[in-house]
């Protein structure tokens, strides 16, 4: 016999409906993909889009069927190895940098082990505990995050082919700001940063709590391709003293001489590869696709600096800003690590945030690639200060 609906038949709906919609969003993803390019790793840190399909499977049988489904069967039993990611509590798993090389299961069998799944959720739904119902809500933010990263990915893998094909061939990139760069006061004093309200954030936008400001300025649009284009001409990628140590290091080890994905054509002019394939370089657009590294030697050769997470989370709120979502998450100069009074969750799901507290930086906004709805003022995204294969970009700030 069925339990009586504990959540009401109004949110019952506007979850499934929720839930359909992120799952269907996925597989929207990868619908001009072949097998093929389904199966690809291009280096270590993507992955190739049937694991991002099949991962963001596993974290709801894992996590939510699993315990909390009397009788529920895993689809299959070998899956848990072979698409846990870094979840050390939950057991051993697939070595990361050889998730290319899983030619079984296929990507048809992937998504017949979606759809599995997502019909014992979608039955489970209406019965599951209030605490199981968080956990949905972590899942289908964490496949949010996922879509991204599959976009990034599969960029990247298309990039090393000479034919240069285009992933999403109607993508256009989004209408820029277009006043000129005009440069704000940063508010001065004590602001209070973090998550606060009711809706979803993930850990590592809590406690809320004081910081202290000094002043200055920050920049009300983002850094231009243009900008970029002089950085390049004057020796940017010539200029040790603009950079700090390991990113010179790392600028020479792998020959940068502009981002990511810039390609310089027999005609001498600038191209730019990205989901809708090659194109001229547009010097009014974002740029995009550049290390924490870069960012950094790019302010410094600007007169400029990079805000911190703080600047940028009470920047936000100015009247003046733009282009704070929506175009590329940008760099901040702030570590990434727990706010005061953080403390990891129980359990498996505790290992999400805590653990990657290290040898990081935060960047702030949202990209082009971000999934409506996936963001807020207080989201912290990271990554190691080396990684350019993200929508990464900048905007400046100025000292008093």
């Known amino acids: 016999m069925l339990r009586e609906d504990p959540h009401g038949t109004a949110g019952l709906r506007a979850a499934d409906l929720r839930f359909q919609e992120v799952r269907a969003a ?23 889009a049937k694991w991002h399909r099949a991962h963001t499977t596993w974290f709801f049988e894992t996590f939510v069927l699993a315990p909390h489904v009397p009788g529920y069967r895993p689809y299959d039993p070998t899956f848990g190895f072979l698409f846990n990611s870094y979840y050390e509590s939950v057991g051993a798993r697939h070595p990361r940098p050889m998730r290319g090389m899983l030619t079984r299961p296929s990507a048809t069998e992937v998504g017949r082990y979606r759809a599995h799944v997502d019909a014992a959720m979608q039955d489970a739904l209406p ?7 968080g956990l949905v809500e972590l899942g289908l933010q964490h496949e949010q995050q996922h879509q991204e990263l599959l976009i990034t990915d599969v960029l990247h893998l298309f990039a090393q082919s000479p034919l240069l094909p285009a992933m999403l061939p109607d993508w256009r990139p989004p209408p820029t700001a277009a006043p000129p760069t005009r440069f704000v006061d940063l508010p001065e004093g004590a602001v209070t940063i973090g998550h606060q309200g009711s809706g979803f954030c993930f850990d590592n936008e809590q406690p809320r709590h004081p910081v202290l400001l000094h002043g200055g300025s920050i920049a009300t649009r983002l850094v231009r391709n243009a900008e970029w284009l002089a950085f390049m001409q004057d020796g940017g990628y ?3 003293t603009l950079w700090m140590s390991d990113g ?24 730019q590869f990205g989901p809708s394939g090659l194109h001229p370089l547009d010097p009014e657009q974002p740029v995009r696709h550049v290390s924490w590294y870069e960012a950094d030697a790019f302010a410094r050769w600007s007169g400029a600096r990079l805000p911190t997470e703080a600047e940028w989370e009470a920047a936000s709120a100015l009247p003046d800003m733009e282009e704070l979502t929506g175009h590329v998450w940008q760099w901040t ?25 290290v040898n990081q930086f935060v960047l702030r906004g949202s990209s082009f690639a971000t999934p409506a709805g996936h963001t807020r003022p207080t989201y912290r995204n990271f990554f190691h200060p080396d990684r350019r294969w993200q929508f990464t970009g900048l905007r400046l700030a100025r000292l008093s």
Do not use: I
């Open 238 to 240: 010539r200029t040790p």
């Open 248 to 271: 010179w290091a790392a600028a020479q080890a792998a020959g940068w001489t502009a981002p990511l994905h810039w390609h310089r054509g027999e005609d001498d002019h600038w191209y």
């Open 333 to 357: 100069a702030s570590a990434y690590a727990p706010y005061p009074g953080y403390r990891a969750a129980p359990g498996a799901v505790g290992e999400y945030n805590g653990k990657f507290m």
């Open 127 to 133: 019965h599951l505990p209030q605490a199981a119902l």
């Open 26 to 48: 996925t597989e929207a993803l990868v619908v001009a993909l072949s097998d093929e390019d389904q199966c690809v790793q291009s280096m270590p840190d993507a992955s190739p």
